[in-house]
């Protein structure tokens, strides 16, 4: 991974302290994000904890690749939950308190772990170890800072092949072409079991921006047809059309999350305000962003910023459908706890790292999207990106023109 060594025993150890504490006799994890993070290895497995006792990795398939690839000592072949009895009797644990990802489980197998466990009492884990995750090491930082200068790459694409004419869908493949070529992995990790977002992330232009649709998004896109009603269509953009492009970036499995507006020619009056308002609420939620703060504050403060800038009825949404956050955390899924949003009481702390994304919709314009990803320090945040946080013009020589 980029940026350095990655201490999983100490990963696991603090895991297993965190299953102690609540009383969870075993977990066994599954998932190949919360797999990857504990183990260093994704391949098909299921991992063994015991608190006090030694993990073991249960390789399902592709046993000498899990070997090579671990941090676990202990590798292990077998399949099904059979398997996993029989680790959990060698540490002597035969009943009580069994965790599992029950976020992420489907329910039939879910159901068969309840029938394989009958001795055991199945709970969900997955808070403990997402808990765990939303503090990032400075392994990690540095690896979501890679994937965040991924987005140089998507910023030379729109500078390059933004022009009128081009359709959403085909801007979409040059930006895909541009970010492969860059190294993202090629998929966006998310834990929802109804989440699908394509690589190189939602592209819409003109009219298009203003609908809302396929899923817990606002800056949508409408896509190709109503099978994927979300993403890049076939619409051909026009000079002075308003173009968002908002992608999650994965670099060696860790995720950057960002968002910017581009304007074909020169910008209205009205983009001008908007960039600028869009830019201000950002900045009140950089403000807000600090340790010890509240999760719901952070929106709270851009929902006080958008208010005193008279656009409260178009920010993150207009009508009746309003987003109700202002970002997310982030890290080997695009979408982690926090939410940046009403009520969340999760208390900010160093290691975090958030995507703050307000943005403004409204049919009289489009839209305007402003997302940058921050790590939570000791006195702060600090963005972790490289392009300017702007909305920008593209001019016909191919120059991109920051609205600040």
Not at 62 to 84: D, K, N, T
Not at 224 to 245: E, H, K, M, T
Request: charged share 20%.
């Amino acid at each position: 991974m980029i940026g350095g060594h990655v201490d999983h025993a100490a990963r696991l150890a603090a895991f297993a302290r965190g299953l102690s504490e609540a009383g969870i006799s075993a977990a066994l994890i599954s998932q190949p994000q919360d797999l990857y993070y504990l183990s260093g290895t994704a391949q098909p497995c299921n991992l063994v904890v015991v608190p006090g006792g030694e993990p073991t990795l249960i390789a399902r398939r592709f046993a000498e690749l899990a070997r090579r690839e671990s941090a676990v000592e202990r590798v292990i072949e077998g399949g099904g939950f059979a398997a996993v009895v029989r680790e959990l009797e060698r540490h002597g644990v035969t009943g009580g308190r069994l965790g599992l990802e029950l976020d992420v489980v489907p329910a039939t197998l879910y159901r068969k772990a309840v029938a394989a466990f009958a001795t055991f009492e199945v709970v969900d884990c997955a808070p403990i170890l997402l808990a765990q995750r939303a503090i990032k090491d400075a392994t990690e930082i540095a690896a979501m800072r890679a994937a965040a200068a991924l987005y140089e790459a998507v910023h030379d694409t729109m500078a390059a092949h933004l022009r009128a004419g081009v359709a959403e869908h085909e801007l979409a493949g040059e930006v895909l072409r541009a970010l492969r070529r860059a190294g993202h992995a090629g998929l966006v990790a998310q834990r929802r079991w109804d989440a699908a977002l394509q690589p190189e992330g939602q592209l819409a232009s003109g009219p298009n921006l203003a609908v809302m649709s396929g899923g817990p998004m606002t800056v949508s896109g409408v896509g190709l047809s109503r099978a994927v009603p979300f993403g890049a269509s076939a619409r051909r953009i026009r000079q002075g059309d308003l173009v968002n492009i908002d992608l999650g970036l994965n670099l060696d499995g860790y995720h950057a999350d960002m968002a910017r507006t581009y304007v074909l020619g020169e910008p209205s009056h009205l983009v001008v305000e908007m960039a600028r308002v869009v830019r201000a609420v950002q900045d009140a939620c950089l403000e807000a962003v600090r340790p010890g703060a509240i999760a719901g504050d952070v929106h709270a403060a851009g929902l006080g910023a958008a208010r005193e800038l008279g656009v409260a009825e178009i920010f993150q949404g207009f009508g009746g459908e309003h987003g109700p956050y202002v970002g997310h955390g982030i890290g080997l899924e695009l979408d982690e706890p926090p939410v940046l949003g009403p009520g969340v009481t999760t208390v900010l702390r160093a290691g975090m790292v958030l995507a703050l994304e307000p943005k403004l919709l409204s049919p009289r314009f489009g839209a305007v999207n402003l997302e940058d990803d921050v790590v939570v320090t000791d006195g702060g945040c600090e963005v972790l990106g490289t392009v300017p946080r702007a909305v920008f013009g593209v001019q016909a020589d191919g120059s991109l023109d920051p609205i600040l």
